[in-house]
């Protein structure tokens, strides 16, 4: 070998050995950087002709365990969606608080029933009856905080994943812009590794919203997937799109959530979507919130319900000059057909004394004044019928779907049911249908039991449409159905429209009305799939209740129920107008049938919580009948049961990602020991190198003498 030969070979291993030594420097300089990864170099031996001619750096690369990455990516991905989860399911367990305690809604319900049982034993008494009301107040109040904690939480989510959308558009951008770099560098072969090592930085963190796999590129940089293979990054970065609802109200329409592949088209991503905290503010917002919310407005108007029907059962004493229903959302021909059973409205003095009876025999369509004869009438005459039975003594009258009795001369109106067979539609009796002693009032519709039949006009104008929209489980939209209003005037017709396979939902479930009047929607897909209405061009009758809020077939008009409910005014104002007597029917004639220490309206509201009611499917649960005390025990045990399994799923992904993190650490990072082993290896080679050098020189100063 020449001397020229020997400086050229030991000169390639002087540079070999710096660049050994300047990413030793490197990787020690960085040993507490988080994320980094340590750099490796590969050198190779250079030959010509078969002969050695000493050493090059063959690529500096970072010590990468493509295994020990994607498992970390993976397990940071399930912790991210865990942990946000569990965030948001615990503030909205919070927001119901202790079970057991007195503050939450569970105990503001057992302190109401336990004040109207109070006022039982004294009916007389002021202080009690507005403790009572003022417990009741305190009860609806607490359920509509916890109603708008519930949707406040769900739009904490939709910031949220706004702001997420934002910095997965930025982090793949940023991750496409390295990729770039990396192939140019890598084609020119300039060192490329602390490219990669920021783009790896990169992309654990875009983890940790969006589930990431990983691809390597043959021109260098990564090909970047979601699991089930959507591109995301490396030819382009895929842009994902979502707009802010912007609203707390139960009923809001919150936006799609979209994602543009590079050089692709725009497809919704919530199906694509595996883990990440992205993952896991979808499915509460879209979920978990929703179910809790629903079960809520359920309780809550069935406590609501139960509530009126005991005050609607019985009267104040002296009965109030006038009885105002509230609006069924249907015209009086409709809502008083279907009645079974006897009432009885009753025109009483201050004293308590009828003046006037009309007894009400539905079943027989009669109604007999003071005991006599009984006079025909039809649903359509009723209201005629009625005002000539109630002559001088007081009226009735309907509008905007409420029935209002009222009495003349200073007197008051009760009305009581048949003892034997008492007045009955859709589960409630006439008072209670109609609403007319109602203690609480809803701004809404708030029962959807519309006691509406098959053969029942459905009162809405033909042609106006109803739009549906369909999701799979995921939240992904499937399909947008608009219905139209049929020429067909019944109940069945406007079913039959809603079914139709071509036309309607049939591909997806079936609607169908159950003897009480409540229209449900039953889902007939192998997948499970859930419905919202987007929009409702219907109306029932000339300003009536649109569809969706008529029925509450849709999940926002179902939730948004528990914001509506407030004790009514007048009682509010006065507690002596509560309905703690029972009209006695059976007093011989000119003896009091209110008494003013009466206090069996009292004990039937605090048995309220007691008594079996039949509750509607919410939130993912059967419904059925059972007490308000039973279903407010599931319902702690509901929410209790969430948060803490989601707890669990956090603990489990935390420590699956720290011991991913540590395995993969333990081989990418910096471990000082093994780098001063190979600082001083290096040093030693480039010493060797340099003393080659000197030699050759000192054999060429040698021949030089010689000549």
Do not use: C
Not at 147 to 154: E, S
């Amino acid at each position: 070998m020449s001397l020229t030969s020997i400086i050229n070979a030991a000169n390639s291993g002087l540079q070999v050995a710096q660049a050994q030594l300047r990413v030793v420097s490197d990787n020690v300089a960085n040993v507490n950087t988080v994320g980094y990864v340590r750099k490796t170099v590969d050198q190779r031996s250079t030959s010509v002709e078969g002969l050695g001619t000493g050493v090059e750096v063959a690529r500096i690369r970072l010590a990468t365990d493509r295994f020990l990455q994607a498992a970390t990516l993976t397990a940071s991905g399930d912790m991210a969606r865990a942990g946000v989860r569990f965030e948001l399911l615990d503030k909205v367990q919070s927001l119901f608080g202790d079970p057991s305690g007195d503050g939450g809604i569970f105990g503001l319900a057992d302190q109401m029933f336990a004040a109207f049982a109070i006022t039982a034993e004294d009916p007389l008494s002021s202080p009690r009856r507005q403790e009572a009301i003022t417990q009741a107040k305190a009860l609806l109040d607490e359920a509509a905080r916890v109603g708008a904690g519930i949707q406040a939480a769900r739009l904490d989510a939709d910031t949220r994943i706004a702001s997420a959308v934002d910095a997965i558009n930025g982090l793949l951008a940023d991750i496409e812009t390295l990729n770039v770099e990396i192939s140019r560098a890598s084609v020119a072969g300039n060192d490329t590794s602390g490219a990669e090592s920021a783009q790896a930085q990169l992309i654990d963190q875009l983890s940790q919203y969006i589930d990431v796999r990983i691809l390597p590129r043959t021109a260098g940089g990564v090909t970047l997937r979601t699991q089930d293979g959507l591109l995301l990054a490396g030819n382009g970065a895929a842009t994902l799109s979502y707009g802010q609802a912007g609203t707390v109200d139960a009923r809001t329409d919150f936006s799609e959530l979209w994602i543009t592949e590079p050089h692709g088209q725009k497809r919704s991503l919530v199906e694509h979507l595996a883990s990440g905290q992205l993952k896991g503010l979808v499915e509460f917002r879209d979920v978990e919130a929703p179910e809790t919310a629903e079960r809520l407005a359920e309780v809550t108007s069935r406590i609501v319900a139960e509530l009126n029907r005991a005050h609607n059962a019985n009267s104040a004493a002296p009965a109030p000059a006038s009885l105002s229903g509230r609006n069924t959302g249907l015209d009086l021909p409709t809502a008083i057909g279907g009645f079974t059973g006897t009432t009885t409205v009753a025109i009483t003095d201050s004293a308590g004394v009828i003046q006037r009876r009309v007894a009400i025999d539905f079943t027989a369509g009669t109604m007999s004044v003071d005991g006599g004869a009984g006079v025909a009438f039809t649903p359509a005459s009723f209201l005629t019928t009625l005002n000539t039975a109630m002559g001088g003594f007081g009226s009735a009258s309907f509008s905007g779907g409420a029935l209002t009795l009222s009495a003349a001369g200073g007197n008051g109106v009760a009305v009581a049911d048949d003892a034997t067979t008492p007045s009955m539609k859709a589960g409630r009796g006439f008072s209670a249908f109609f609403g007319l002693n109602d203690l609480i009032r809803s701004d809404r519709i708030a029962d959807y039991d519309t006691g509406l039949r098959a053969t029942d006009a459905h009162g809405f104008t033909a042609g106006e449409t109803i739009t549906f929209r369909f999701a799979n489980a995921a939240g992904a939209k499937l399909r947008e159905v608009a219905v139209a209003v049929p020429a067909g005037a019944t109940m069945a017709d406007m079913i039959a429209a809603l079914n139709d396979n071509a036309t309607g939902v049939g591909r997806y479930g079936a609607f169908a009305l159950d003897a009480n009047g409540r229209l449900a929607f039953t889902a007939t897909t192998a997948e499970p799939v859930s419905m919202a209405v987007v929009d409702d061009q219907t109306s029932r009758g000339a300003g009536g209740p649109s569809f969706s809020e008529l029925f509450g077939v849709d999940a926002g008009s179902r939730t948004a129920r528990t914001t509506g409910f407030t004790i009514r005014a007048d009682i509010d104002r006065d507690p002596r107008l509560l309905s703690l007597a029972k009209l006695d029917l059976g007093v011989a004639a000119g003896a009091p049938s209110l008494a003013a220490g009466d206090g069996r309206g009292a004990r039937a509201l605090a048995d309220a919580g007691e008594t079996a009611v039949n509750f509607s499917p919410a939130g993912g649960t059967a419904g059925g009948s059972m007490t308000i005390g039973r279903y407010l025990s599931d319902l702690a045990g509901d929410i209790g049961g969430r948060a803490g399994a989601a707890e669990s799923r956090k603990t489990s992904a935390e420590a699956l990602y720290n011991e991913a993190r540590s395995s993969r650490a333990s081989f990418e990072g910096v471990n000082l020991d093994e780098e001063l082993v190979k600082l001083t290896t290096y040093q030693q080679a480039f010493n060797a190198s340099a003393r080659m050098i000197q030699a050759a020189r000192d054999m060429y100063d040698v021949l030089i003498g010689m000549v």
